[in-house]
């Protein structure tokens, strides 16, 4: 704004401090004009941003910590059952479980529908018959209701089950229980169909789902795996469904009938079914504000990519020092707890811990395969030397930094293997070599020890294989005892490892062998069969312990079973 000066000069003062006024002003409305499209972050950076903290261990963990509130709740309606994890987010939400199972979402997807021959759960069987049923627990995320493995997969087992049993112990429910009525095969009273809860199934889906169970229980019956244990089973299996969202229907229906004493949830006739309660103990929210963190549903889902080595025993043990301090800070508590569990005490296994012989037999688990003498077992069971005290033969599917004081010895047989999918060879390039140390041992009757971390996946693989090579089974007796095993070459296929595997989870529960240790298994058997058929093949004379293999020899057995 430009005005002429006039002769008295106030003309020319207004001009001054118009013109000052405007400049004033046009500086306000820079810095009160809103900032321009490229200076704002997009809409998909801040939900990364909120989830990227709503997803911090801290809020983690509170919100399992919530959760378990809801699942010790509706536990006390169902005291008089056991409760057990769907491994392995639902092994985050109690502090102890009294059973442990694996139902994958993953056999619930659309399409699939399956029951897992390598997660047939038999092992669950003769809890639910001592019990009456069970409180399984699990969570899901995406503000889901329910997870498919409850949803899906639960049911259509209970299915396969319900027909399984009534084809083959139909005629045995009258001596099973003689104080009800079960009639013969294909009694009415025996129920054999498909339940899904109705607001996540939908009708066509289900249709689809029951066209499958005869499919599904032939293969069953195919695979060759024991099916004794169905014969305890006095009522058939039934799944019912108890969220967050049913507890507070039923609780508000209490409230109007004037009874809040109690919350009632049965959906299903315990005195007919053995029922499965399915507790999914988190909220269908996905991320939610609350007082002093971000509620996250399904916090314990895939917990590799956030527990930093914490454990759902170690999270219990010292719950209180990881969620009382700053959630800023509680990354750096979780890092330097597991660091102090690995360094210190008896995790670190230092030579001092080594030699507290009372100690290590305290942590150390082992299982018994059958009657063989082939046995799975923790790291600790491994620790020498009082593991020759009870095994002839040890082999150890460790790090060196998971046993790093372990000496050698011509009886144990160390196989560098670690653990998850790091490991892209070392299975294939070791296994030839274990299962000519083993079958050395087998030959002279020797207790064989296979220990790994946590046993639940390197040792289950390498004792899958040793059964599958050396153990020839007989559906008329208990395959894996009595006969020594058969030392020449099998012609091997993928249901001798499913039967192999279905016999280890059987005895260990949380056993869970990769796929890729399975494909591996698979590849060295069936895809490359000549490398590994000298395996089976060697000289009839009994060596001594004194010529077993000591690390030198690149053979180290060539014994034929007795």
């Known amino acids: 704004m430009q005005v002429t000066t006039t002769k008295s000069g106030q003309q020319g003062t207004t001009t001054t401090t118009a013109t000052t006024h405007v400049h004033h002003h046009a500086q306000q409305q820079q810095q009160l004009s809103p900032p321009t499209m490229t200076e704002l972050p997009s809409v998909a950076q801040v939900m990364r941003a909120v989830t990227q903290e709503g997803l911090s261990i801290y809020n983690r963990l509170r919100s399992i910590d919530a959760d378990v509130e809801f699942v010790d709740r509706i536990a006390g309606l169902y005291s008089d059952l056991p409760i057990v994890a769907n491994l392995r987010c639902g092994g985050w939400y109690f502090p102890e479980f009294d059973g442990e199972v694996h139902f994958k979402s993953a056999d619930g997807h659309r399409g699939q529908w399956q029951v897992s021959l390598k997660r047939l759960n038999l092992h669950l069987l003769p809890l639910l018959a001592e019990k009456g049923g069970c409180v399984l627990v699990d969570s899901t995320r995406k503000a889901r209701t329910l997870p498919d493995s409850f949803s ?37 009273d025996w129920d054999t169909q498909l339940h899904c809860p109705p607001t996540t199934v939908p009708q066509q889906e289900l249709c689809q789902m029951q066209d499958l169970l005869d499919a599904r229980v032939h293969a069953v019956l195919e695979s060759g795996v024991d099916l004794s244990l169905l014969k305890n089973l006095r ?34 006739d315990r005195t007919k079914y053995t029922a499965i309660v ?8 996905d991320i939610e504000q609350r007082r002093g963190y971000v509620y996250v549903q399904g916090a314990a889902d895939d917990e590799e990519t956030w527990s930093m080595g914490l454990t759902p025993r170690l999270f219990w043990q010292h719950k209180t020092d990881l969620l009382d301090g700053d959630s800023d800070t509680c990354g750096d508590r979780v890092r330097a707890l597991v660091s102090q569990q690995m360094c210190s005490g008896v995790e670190a296994m230092t030579p001092d811990v080594l030699a507290d012989r009372d100690l290590i037999l305290a942590h150390a688990t082992t299982h018994q395969i059958g009657t063989t003498n082939l046995f799975i077992g923790n790291r600790f069971a ?11 033969a040890v082999v150890v599917c460790l790090l ?9 010895h ?29 079958r050395h041992h087998l030959a002279q009757d020797h207790r064989i020890l296979v220990a790994s971390g946590d046993s639940n996946d390197r040792a289950p693989t390498v004792a899958t294989a040793v059964l599958a090579a050396f153990f020839t089974p007989d559906l008329s007796v208990n395959w894996i005892g009595g006969a020594p095993p058969d030392i020449h070459q099998p012609q091997l296929t993928k249901q001798d490892f499913t039967r192999a595997l279905h016999c280890i989870r059987q005895r260990v529960p949380s056993a869970c062998p990769s796929r890729h240790n399975m494909r591996k298994l698979t590849s060295f058997f069936l895809s490359h069969p000549r490398p590994a058929s000298h395996i089976w ?20 057995d060539g014994n034929e079973a007795a």
């Open 235 to 268: 009522k058939p299996l039934r799944a019912t469904w108890v969220t967050t969202e049913t507890a507070r229907a039923h609780e508000a229906a209490s409230r109007s009938d004037g009874d809040t004493s109690t919350l009632e949830l049965e959906h299903v």
């Open 400 to 408: 060196p930094s998971e046993l790093p004081h372990q000496p050698q």
């Open 382 to 392: 491994a620790a020498h030397p009082w593991c020759l005290e009870i095994f002839d």
């Open 278 to 285: 399915c507790l999914c103990a988190s909220e269908p929210v």
């Open 537 to 556: 093949a060697g000289p009839t004379t009994r060596q001594t312990s004194s010529d077993q293999h000591d690390g030198n020899d690149s053979n180290g």
């Open 410 to 438: 011509r009886s144990i047989l160390p196989v560098r293997m670690p653990a998850g999918k790091r490991h892209k060879k070392e299975l294939e390039d070791h296994l030839e070599q274990v299962l000519l140390f083993v």
């Open 152 to 188: 899906r997969t639960v049911p259509m087992w209970c299915a396969v089950m319900n027909r399984l049993h009534d084809i083959l112990y139909g005629d045995c429910r009258g001596d099973a229980d003689d104080s009800v009525d079960h009639g013969k095969v294909g009694a009415p």
